[in-house]
């Protein structure tokens, strides 16, 4: 995932599993929304500093959260 990566017409769909038989919460999510989040939160991971004090190596990996909720089940962004 590339934090600068943004199309009007591109979402992502994060799924949040359970356990079986238990319905999966739904996150849609507007590509320029994830870019901001991860380009900022990547910055300052990237900016910390490991548990034995040495500075962090930068990584392809990145982490999206919805703390507040705002994207969960958002479906009339696909106008559905």
């Not at 990237?46 to 479906?75: H, I, P, Q, V, Y």
Request: net charge positive; aromatic share 16%; no cysteine.
């Amino acid at each position: 995932m590339r934090e600068s990566f943004v199309a009007g017409d591109h979402y992502y769909v994060f799924v949040l599993l359970y356990s079986v038989g238990q319905r999966p919460d739904y996150f849609i999510v507007p590509s320029k929304a994830v870019a901001e989040y991860t380009s900022t939160t990547h910055k300052v991971w990237l900016g910390g500093k490991k548990r034995d004090g040495s500075s962090r190596k930068d990584t392809s990996m990145r982490e999206f959260r919805d703390d507040e909720g705002k994207f969960k089940e958002a479906w009339s962004f696909l106008g559905l």
